[in-house]
């Protein structure tokens, strides 16, 4: 198998002003999230808080309000 | 301690039909913000019928004190009053407040609350983001203000659907 480097234009990273809003705010994860269901939003939120609660346990990372 | 989560916690109080309104960021989230939040925010309709309702799925969900480390179970006088209860739950810490912003109450935000679906014939009232996104601002706390732009954003996105 043989590999090949990708070219320039392959890898050119996206420009931030395509990306973020003038608020620096991703849109596309908005809009994203805009297509789950409320209940899907929350189970992912609960998940994440889950994981923060365990990482504060294991590291005394501090709380987050 | 949490062997459930957010979903659950809600699905227990609003089958036990207690009245309340989800706010802070997870009314935001519910919403349709990606954001991260470690509790849910309620307020709670203060009357002696609902607090017994509330107090009833709040035993069920084996809420305490978070605050102090004697294992408290919140009372009929503490939900009655106007004060933030800060509970922990076997579904994640569960905030239940009786007045947020300049005191106000569930009947007073209940104007600017909207309805959602949680799942089959269940559904929970959550502060409408424009209303969330004018407390946070008069909050001004660094914390409030920082979460500004993605709320205002996802508003923006809202709207355009």
């Not at chain 2, 916690?9 to 913000?33: D, F, K, N, P, Y």
């Not at chain 2, 309805?115 to 009232?125: D, F, N, Q, S």
């Amino acid at each position: 198998m043989s590999v090949r480097s990708p070219s320039a234009d392959e890898i050119a990273p996206t420009p931030a002003a395509e990306v973020y809003d003038d608020q620096g705010v991703d849109r596309s994860q908005i809009r994203a999230y805009l297509e789950l269901t409320p209940r899907e939003r929350l189970q992912r939120a609960s998940d994440l808080a889950a994981y923060f609660r365990r990482l504060q346990e294991l590291n005394g990372v501090p709380r987050i309000r | 301690m949490a062997s459930l989560g957010f979903v659950e916690a809600l699905e227990h109080l609003r089958r036990a039909e207690v009245e309340l309104i989800v706010v802070g960021m997870a009314s935001a989230v519910l919403q349709g913000t990606p954001a991260v939040t470690q509790d849910i925010d309620i307020v709670h309709r203060r009357t002696p019928a609902n607090i017994e309702r509330l107090l009833e799925a709040l035993a069920s969900l084996d809420a305490v004190y978070r605050t102090d480390n004697r294992g408290i179970r919140p009372s009929a006088s503490h939900l009655l009053g106007p004060g933030h209860n800060l509970l922990k739950t076997r579904a994640g810490d569960l905030d239940c407040l009786g007045t947020i912003d300049a005191d106000l109450g569930y009947e007073d935000l209940e104007p600017d609350s909207i309805e959602i679906v949680l799942g089959a014939g269940l559904t929970c009232r959550v502060l409408e983001l424009s209303r969330l996104i004018e407390i946070k601002q008069r909050a001004g706390r660094p914390k409030d203000l920082a979460v500004l732009p993605v709320l205002r954003a996802t508003l923006d996105e809202l709207r355009k659907r």
